[in-house]
């Protein structure tokens, strides 16, 4: 039952070359639960059917015969939220451009979108 101060010095040696695999073990281990849990969150957005089929929303319109009507037009992205449009209506009659302008994130391709749909 002896130990030479060598074989002492060797141990600890050895003992702190074995520390930083076990901490990366542990660090492997945390990122893999972490990362099966976030892939558990997005299967399940994934899975989500939506409401609107977009398939069936878009239309092919090369051509437009007759005006493009928009009625009382309220929009907004979550309930939480704010409206972004409240009773929104107007008119393109046939063969007439309607602009539609403002600064960056006012809703101006929200409101296309909504209009495909």
């Known amino acids: ?15 702190g070359m074995l520390v930083w695999p076990m901490i990366a073990i542990g660090w492997i281990v ?6 099966t849990a ?7 957005i994934f899975g989500v059917v939506p409401e609107i089929d977009d398939k069936l929303a878009n239309p092919n319109i090369s051509k437009l015969e007759g005006n493009i009507t928009v009625k009382n037009l309220s929009f907004r992205y979550e309930d939480e939220l704010p409206l ?6 107007f ?3 046939a063969g007439k451009t309607l602009a539609i302008v ?3 994130g006012c809703g101006k391709t929200s409101l296309i979108e909504l209009m495909v749909r």
Do not use: H, V, W
Not at 1 to 15: K, R, S, V, W
């Open 84 to 89: 972004i449009f409240k009773d929104i209506s």
């Open 30 to 35: 945390d990122m893999y639960q972490r990362g």
């Open 38 to 44: 976030s892939l558990k969150r997005l299967n399940e």
């Open 1 to 15: 039952g002896d130990i030479t101060i060598g074989g002492f010095i060797a141990f600890f040696q050895y003992l």
């Open 102 to 104: 403002g600064p960056t």
């Open 91 to 93: 008119c393109i009659e």
